[in-house]
């Protein structure tokens, strides 16, 4: 997994609540066995004007350009503003690859649905919870300077905008470990196999249908 | 200390705590489907590990899987690649799994507790959000991401923070017609679709408690539609009787002592929750979503809201964009709504009992002439064959309505069940969201009861305006 120490970059504003996994990436995308290449169809339907689907080439469809990451310097986004519940719904990982593979490094909303939220930590992907009022007045600055860059500083735990701490996010201390380190959960995992094991025997012994 | 049932599920699977409280849990049920478990088979190759445990892991093959003959296999090559992937991973690993033509494939969440492969007091996960459905058992279930899929194939566990405690009380008795799926909605109305995130939700009160196993199914599987991962209902004599007898539920001796244990899986008397919700039951009625979130819910009888009534701006701009998206004007009544399709399916509601009471209002009465298709999709071939044996299936068909192959079908539209843009459809299944049933796609959320009397109507109807 790719760590996650400091990041600058220009953020996009998506503003609406329940911005659901479906629409971050289509189902007809899910057919893939890979990780990799979702990016192009990250918010497909709102992205696009014309369908699309595994086998269509998205270079030959017609872009929305109501549609803020259509739009420059979004296009280029790296941080993503969004309002209450982000990743709701289903729980593919999928939106998770597409918003990496988009570009995206850390997403920023006043709250995330849990499984989203867990999935971003295993890719690499930041998500930020910040005061509903805090990200009212982001959405405001970005209307007013459209291009604006925000520092996400991991390490300190802080968003700046302009030189300037404008707010402190919270995260779990086991979490932050990982993501600055770029750690595999699977590794650090089987360093308790024994414990597993020893979890087994005695859970062996009080419910042995389970086993 | 007083425990809530959560509390104790959560207890009895932690194998080692972190210092910031974050735990590893031990998982007893791993359900795997071809959709999100491909990446997390490959991972495990690519980092050359094996399963910890192969006979805690059940298969199946549902999303992708046509409704229609399926003698010809699968018509969609890249549908067919994921199929036939799951299909080799699960020899390679040895893995249990129903392909797609076994009697027993069906919806992964109607087939675990069919099979008695979901318990009561298990640790149940899969890579799928509906995996809720299963703390119906009384057990800890929830969905996981493709990378917790792959964590759970190698290690048996999962890094999990400790959710809060809810309780939902339904309390009193719901009136005649209103079913689980109408008890959930009202719920999730009244929650909203975010209300529940970060908490485990149990399920409670007299009008939960006299649900049968697929009523309490049916309100679980909607539990993350109100945000919460997990949802779950205590052990009763209606869980052990469901358990009893099933292909993987122990018998004879050890039955006995699994039954003593599952007696516990209750909250004790005094235990605190951190969040309690109450909802009169007398006062729900049929419900019939308008919007495009789950939350965007009212009665049968009531009009489509108005967003200038809305305080809330962000929630008001929602609202106008749901409207605008689903072709509805403020102050409609829903049985006004005309309809183009009706969906009866999904692991909401494709259980025997959900086709009972379909059938209940198609029998013998025919499918209004507005309608473009109207679909039963069975929760898996089991559900399927109880069906035909109790001649449902015709009272279907000569309704006029489809009779199809176990899948998750139009649910989500991955085949080639679908919605056209701006197709309108009165569906059983959980999710509203813009495009969830094919791209443009209007949906509504319903009971069986009430997807049945629209296919009948041709537009939303209570099942006594017929
Ligand atoms: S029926 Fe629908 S909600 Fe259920 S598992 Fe299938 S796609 Fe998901």
């Known amino acids: 997994m790719q760590a996650f120490t400091q990041h600058t970059g220009i953020v996009a504003p998506l503003d609406r609540p329940n911005v659901d996994t479906d ?54 986004a790296t941080i993503l503003l969004a309002r209450e519940n982000f990743g709701c719904g289903s729980s593919r990982e999928h939106a998770v690859w597409a918003l990496v593979d988009f570009g995206f490094r850390a997403v ?104 | 200390m007083a425990k809530t049932l959560y509390d104790k599920l959560w207890d009895d699977h932690v194998v080692r705590t972190e210092d910031d409280g974050t735990a590893l849990i031990y998982i007893d049920r791993h359900l795997v489907h071809e959709v999100t478990s491909p990446q997390a088979f490959e991972g495990l190759r690519l980092a050359g ?9 059940v298969a199946v093959p549902d999303h992708n899987v046509p409704t229609t003959d399926r003698s010809a296999g699968i018509q969609d090559p ?45 640790t149940v996960v899969c890579g799928d959000s509906h995996t809720s459905t299963h703390g119906a058992f009384g057990a800890l279930a929830f969905g996981i991401g493709t990378s917790e899929v792959e964590h759970v194939l190698a290690t048996q566990c999962l890094m ?38 970060g908490y485990a939700i149990e399920f409670g009160g007299e009008a939960i408690r006299d649900l049968s196993m697929e009523g309490r199914m049916t309100v679980c599987n909607m539990a993350i539609e109100a945000g919460a991962r ?111 399709k009706v969906f009866i399916g999904s ?29 039963v999709v069975p929760g898996s071939g089991l559900v399927k064959k109880q069906a035909e044996s109790e001649g449902l299936d015709q009272v279907f068909i000569e309704a006029g309505f489809e009779w199809r192959e176990p899948g998750c079908s139009m649910c989500l539209a991955m085949n080639a069940d679908r919605l056209e843009p701006g197709e309108r459809c009165a569906s059983t299944s959980n999710r509203n969201f813009e495009g969830r049933q094919g791209q443009g796609g209007r949906t509504h959320l319903v009971s069986p009861a009430l997807a049945a009397a629209a296919a009948i109507k041709g537009r939303f109807a209570d099942t006594t305006d017929l």
């Open chain 2, 78 to 122: 890249v549908a067919k690649i994921q199929v036939e992937t799951l299909d080799k991973n699960c020899r390679e690993f040895g893995l249990t799994e129903f392909s797609m033509n076994d009697v027993r494939q069906g919806i992964v969440h109607v087939i675990g507790p069919e099979q008695g492969a979901t318990l009561p007091g298990m």
């Open chain 2, 347 to 375: 692991c909401t509601n494709s259980r025997i009992e959900d086709l009972r009471a379909a059938a209940e209002v198609a029998r013998g009465r025919k499918v209004a002439d507005n309608i473009k298709l109207a679909m």
């Open chain 2, 230 to 340: 997990a949802g779950m209902v205590a052990v009763d004599d209606t869980t052990i009787e469901y358990v009893r007898g099933r292909p993987y539920a122990p018998s004879g001796e050890m039955l006995e002592k699994a039954e003593k244990a599952w007696r516990e899986l209750h909250t004790d008397e005094g235990a605190v929750f951190d969040k309690e919700v109450h909802i009169d039951a007398t006062a729900i009625k049929p419900q019939v979503t308008w919007g495009t979130s789950p939350e965007m819910v009212v009665a049968i009888d009531a009009v489509v809201p108005d967003p200038d009534n809305e305080a809330d701006k962000v929630k008001a701009d929602g609202m106008r964009k749901a409207l605008a998206y689903m072709g509805l004007e403020a102050g409609t009544p829903i049985k006004d709504i005309a309809v183009d």
């Open chain 1, 23 to 76: 629409a971050i990436i289509p189902k007809q995308f899910l057919k893939s066995i890979k990780r990799t290449g979702f990016g192009p169809n990250a918010f497909d339907d709102w992205r696009y004007l014309d369908a699309g689907g595994p086998d269509i080439d998205n270079s030959t469809r017609r872009k929305n350009p109501d549609f803020v990451l259509n739009q420059p310097p979004f296009d280029k």
């Open chain 2, 49 to 57: 590990r094996k399963p910890w445990r192969t006979n805690t892991i």
């Open chain 2, 160 to 197: 999990q923070n400790k959710s809060r405690n809810m309780l939902v009380s339904v309390n009193g008795k719901v009136a005649p017609g209103v079913t689980a799926k109408d008890i959930v909605l009202a719920i999730i109305g009244e929650l909203g679709t975010a209300g529940g995130t």
């Open chain 1, 108 to 211: 920023i909303a006043p709250s995330f649905a849990d499984i989203f939220y867990n999935n971003s930590f295993k890719n690499g992907l930041l998500p930020i919870v910040l005061d509903a009022d805090i990200v009212d007045d982001l959405f405001k600055r970005i209307a007013a300077k459209p291009g604006l860059e925000l520092s996400i500083d991991l390490e300190k735990q802080t968003v700046s905008c302009e030189g300037e701490v404008i707010a402190r996010f919270d995260i779990d201390e086991f979490r932050k470990h990982n993501m600055l380190n770029g750690l595999d959960d699977i590794a650090l995992t089987l360093q308790h196999a024994d414990e597993i094991r020893a979890y087994e025997e005695r859970r062996g012994q009080e419910a042995p249908w389970l086993f």
